[in-house]
């Protein structure tokens, strides 16, 4: 009964024909009928009035567009608003700018079915929270105060510190495998949703009014819930899906009473590993929302990955359109094709554009499969489209002045995406000449002498197992390394950066704008460089480490001395908030022309007496966080940043560094959505490490670096790298971490970070002494390394100074008590 009055409600909601709901309603009070059978009956009943939308030819649609505007507007104007010098007014104006002139650029490029909601101020998973009343308990103070919906929604991704209260945000994670970052829905056993934020129908009214007919972009209700987390123990966030649909259904009401006909609902959680209970979730929540909105053209998107096991369930639910990337996962399509869709009235959007990448589309590949489709389906059941929202990419390459011609017609950002979409279809349509310019700057990119290096494919086909191999095992490393270098228990270091100033920045700036002579530049960065070394000897640190002024940023440095690489100048892509991150574009063969670290770091060791570290980004990073070349699998790309990587280690050796870190904070989140891909993601990932590190002599040390905790299920990977010392993020979790160093034997060195570096806390001595003990528990002392858990770059000095110099004490207290 209970069951029944659940299913009753979300089914009648927003059935607006009278004698339907009259006659439904009949059949749910006689209570002879269950509601599954109930719900099958209507489905049957209304099985003639599916897809009302008639289509006559491929329809051209997107996903969604990058909301930060072409010249990062969005940024640039919630950022004034937030010092106070804009007011919310001001804030709205360049919003509502910004989703005009995207709608325009869209309707221009012909797209059918053009998105709206697809803005944001802050995220999409955010906006959902608020629109399904999501709003965690601590900010109910801020409701009380009328505060307006925007500043609800910038409180709780940033937190609120103002007028007596200070209430923490929420957290915040990537987004699948982009560097995209979401804010992480909280749940409560208690939950209670309800229609809060009404933004979608307001901007699908904004649209209307503005002359285009938007399709609504919604995050579907299961990925919202499998998105969140439990906030109190004991209950399953998928058990609140009967009180989250409602919401939905009311949602979809409203937006079908104002005029919309297409509805895309997002369920990107397609694309990781599901229980058969979220399956069943899903397939029960489509179910009711059909049943509600049989007049509604559902289109169901996931991305990044294969539907895969998940095919056949997504394949029975009741949409009309269902999106396949096809760029992730071109298999897919025969996948679908095979299967009885040909006799069913489902419709399938062809994701051929790379929503994650800047390359131009190859048509012939995509019209394979736009004419196989055709083919089986017809015209009428096509759809083409980005293979995700466009939100990946950077918005306008026609800002790219500095790009060689050359490379700059073998890419495309958002908005010549849209065109590639339009071309398409007149491809479809007849028209050959577009076919002919595109395969020419295809044929060009495949033949350009600026890609092909054959120096460095021979080096790379000439690998063999020995290059990924020191030449002694850890054991024989270690006695000669300790015997070399003499350091103490409980050897200090840092990652790496130190605080980067202002002045530090302005330096940049100033040599940029020409301000400063490269020999003034210089000369400042070598006063900041030995001030620091001078420091890190006062305070006693064993390890000493340059301090990193001379970068920008840990991939761009390396980027900007490689060949292979490009920067673009307003390649921007959101990556949480107002954050932006601009990726290097990676074209061609990466080669190494000169010496990238050798000259700071052989400076550095000129200037001391103690172990200079020398510093290095590893292949897998560089990788991770660049647009990386498509023609090629991306494990080569890898390879060829890694022999790149392995000569800097050897000129470093050369001259006369011992110790060299090789960073890797990003090889955790390379790993694919689907588990069953995890493994060879790993081989390739771990290899090209160990070309990175293997090139030098026993007697020196090779560290590397990791944030970003939850090893336990890699952590036979992490071993495999090898490195002699490895320094990880710990500290957040109460060196929980090492439980999974502990339980496996992890044979190398280790530096669990001791303190979290992203506050501005002083940590005390004896907070990171009980942090020490923890670890001396876990694993063997003479292993251990006392660290902060990541760079310094970020912090003040101060607040360094005080952490650096307790973290020197608490290591002395560790040598003082293993010598009793
Ligand atoms: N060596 C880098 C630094 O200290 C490492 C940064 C990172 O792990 N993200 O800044
Ligand atoms: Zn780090």
Redesign the pocket.
Known sequence: MDAFLKVRQPMLYGIRDHACKKQLRTIFSSLTLSPVKALLWYVEEREHHVSPFKQSAMIIHNLGYPRIGSQRELKKACESYWTGSISISALQEVAAGIRLQNWELQKQAGIDWIPCNDFSYYDQVLDTSLMTGAIPARYQALTAKQLSETDLLFAMARGYQWDGDDITAMEMTKWFDTNYHYIVPEFTASQDFHLFSRKVVDQFLEAKNAGYAAKPVLLGPVSFLLLGKEKEAGFNRLSLIDKLLPVYLEVLDLLTKAGATVVQLDEPCLSLNLSAEALQVLSDSYAQIHAAFPQLHIVLASYFECYGQHLPAVLALPVQTLHLDLVRCPAQLEDVLQTKIANSKLQLSLGVVDGRNIWKNDYTKSLAFIHRAIKVLGEDRIAIAPSCSLLHVPCDLDYETAISPEIKNWMAFAKQKLQELKELRDIVKGNTALLAANEDAIRNRAASGLIHRKAVKDRVAAFTLSDASRKSAFTVRQAIQQEQFDLPLFPTT????FPQTDDIRQLRARLKKGELTVAQYDAAIEKATIEVIRWQEEIGLDVLVHG?FERND?VEYFGEQLDGFLFTKNGWVQSYGSRCVKPPVIFGDVSRPADMTVRWSSFAQANTDKLMKG?L?GPVTILQWSFVRDDQPRSTTANQIAWAIRDEVVALENAGIKVI?I?E?AIREGLPLRRENWAAYLEWAVQAFRIAASGVKDETQIHT???YSEFNDIIKHIAAMDADVITIETSRSQMELLDAFADFKYPNEIGPGVYDIHSPRQPSAEEMISLLEKAVEALPARNLWVNPD????TRKWPETKVALTNMVKAAVVMREKAAL
Request: glycine share 12%; with cysteine.
């Open positions: 840092t990652i790496g950066s990193e840990m510093m980004t870190q960073d904070p670096h990791m944030c990541c760079g310094l770059k």
